[in-house]
């Protein structure tokens, strides 16, 4: 089945500092969405995105989905405090109705 | 406020005892799913619905069982629960399809002893 690499697994980072993870996969992908999971709560949706090439950000986040239409990067500025949780890539392709995730990066900001 | 509910949120049992998680949202709402969370593992499908009465299995179905009855519940169901089922559960809904985007509820932790 499809599959989605995601990477790094963990990082930890300073406060200010800019982050940046992606998701890598064998096969096109139609949609690229990017989730973020607080401790202790449900996945919720940061970016979506539904063309190859299309760069989109919301607030200090910024996510691209790639021009092959095998991957995506998100990438966070000026990291604070609450930036910490676990993000997922997720991604739909090839006519499935299954939404596939990648493993998560879970990010950790020392004050 | 649109939102996708999960109770309970946490749950203890023991193996064999069945039980059911219940999951509904407000959002009039065609597909829900249910996943399960383990560690290194990230998110993994575990059966979704496209409507009522019709159901379909993910990529980790075995030792579950979803209804879809009404078009806001999607329960849970485990006959059996076994160890390896203890885990983080999350329910998800979404307007029409999979790939739309999903909702998710705030998870219920359960521990199968």
């Known amino acids: 089945g499809q599959q989605l690499n995601q990477s790094p697994q963990s990082m930890f980072i300073q406060e200010g500092e800019d982050v940046s993870m992606n998701c890598t996969s064998s096969s096109i992908f139609n949609t690229w969405l990017w989730y973020k999971q607080d401790p202790g709560e449900g996945p919720v949706l940061l970016i979506a995105l539904y063309k190859a090439g299309e760069l989109t950000s919301n607030g200090r986040l910024t996510a691209q989905f790639g021009i092959t239409r095998k991957d995506s990067f998100l990438n966070i500025s000026a990291s604070i405090p609450s930036d910490v949780g676990i993000y997922f890539c997720?991604?739909?392709?090839?006519?499935?109705?299954?939404?596939?995730f990648g493993k998560g990066t879970k990010l950790t900001v020392n004050p | 406020e649109a939102q996708v509910t999960q109770n309970p949120r946490y749950l203890i049992t023991v193996t064999g005892k069945k039980l059911t998680v219940t999951c509904s949202q407000n959002m009039n709402h065609e597909y829900m799913s249910w996943y399960r969370q383990d560690p290194g593992l990230g998110l993994r499908q575990i059966y979704y619905?496209?409507?009522?009465?019709?159901?379909d299995k993910g990529d980790v179905p075995e030792g579950y069982k979803v209804s879809r009855k009404e078009k806001r519940n999607f329960p849970l169901i485990l006959e059996s629960p076994s160890p390896n089922q203890t885990s983080l559960y999350f329910c998800?809904?979404?307007?029409?399809?999979?790939?739309?985007?999903?909702?998710f509820g705030a998870g219920t932790r359960l521990s199968v002893l």
């Open positions: 997720a991604g739909h392709g090839g006519g499935s109705e299954k939404l596939v």
């Open positions: 619905s496209m409507n009522v009465e019709v159901t």
């Open positions: 998800a809904s979404s307007f029409h399809s999979g790939v739309d985007i999903q909702y």
